[in-house]
């Protein structure tokens, strides 16, 4: 197995959560890829473990995403204000949802 195999990390419950973990990992030098996201337009049609939208990672970049991974499950984030306008954020986020600025600015 080399280092640039990749490998199924978490199951997503649909597009949305997907992609939010996808950029929560990406904001961590992390490389992700998506699987799965065409059957999500069959949900309902389909059992909801074939419709699950799948994160892929390296074998190499595989033990610090899991660490990431079951922090966002333990959902121990933080809300925070934006320095930049003021608006209250989800702690998952890094970029404020109203002014795209870094919750370190």
């Known amino acids: 197995m080399t280092d640039q195999q990749w490998q199924c990390l978490y ?4 597009s949305l959560e997907a992609h939010s973990v ?6 961590m030098g992390i490389s992700v ?3 799965g996201e065409a059957l999500a337009a069959a949900a309902g049609e389909l059992p909801m ?8 990672v390296t074998a190499a970049q595989r033990p ?5 991974i079951e922090s966002y499950l333990r ?9 930049h306008c003021g ?3 989800q702690g998952q986020f890094e970029l404020c949802w109203q002014c795209q600025h870094d919750s370190a600015e």
């Open 64 to 68: 610090q995403a899991l660490v990431i």
């Open 75 to 83: 959902n121990d984030y933080r809300d925070w204000y934006c320095r």
């Open 49 to 56: 473990g074939v419709v699950e939208v799948q994160l892929w």
């Open 87 to 89: 608006e209250l954020n």
């Open 22 to 27: 996808k950029g929560l990992l990406e904001n």
């Open 33 to 35: 890829r998506l699987t």
């Open 11 to 14: 199951g997503a419950s649909n």
